[in-house]
């Protein structure tokens, strides 16, 4: 399983901004996708979660309200779609698959490289 992610960039606080996790070589048992993100000199931390069927998601408090995470299944592709950005969500965003739902939130089997999302104020 690759996992790649792409579309991070540099905005302003209160843009929009989407990230794309394209994943290769899927298998079927992997059924739940995550994304996390590190920020410099913090551990990492989880963020969104999702399963292939798009029926159940799960967001860490700070972005409720503000992130969507889907799921494209046809082009087997995961998006993260951030509103209303703020300077602390700057960090490098990870998407990290899962074959249970507990593995995605706390400790995903499949991590891709990551993408830089920077919030100037």
């Known amino acids: 399983v690759q996992l790649q992610a792409s579309g991070g960039g540099l905005v302003q606080a209160g843009d929009s901004l989407r990230i794309s996790c394209a994943v290769s070589g899927r298998i079927s048992s992997l059924n739940n996708m995550g994304w996390f993100r590190q920020a410099p000199g913090k551990e990492r931390e989880f963020v969104a979660a999702i399963n292939w069927s798009g029926t159940s998601m799960y967001y860490t408090d700070s972005v409720k309200g503000r992130f969507t995470i889907s799921v494209d299944n046809a082009e087997s592709t995961v998006y993260l779609q951030m509103n209303s950005l703020k300077p602390e969500d700057t960090a490098v965003y990870y998407c990290?698959?899962?074959?249970?739902?507990?593995?995605?939130?706390?400790?995903?089997?499949?991590w891709g490289r990551g993408t830089q999302v920077t919030v100037s104020s």
């Open positions: 990290a698959a899962a074959s249970d739902w507990v593995a995605i939130v706390n400790s995903p089997h499949y």
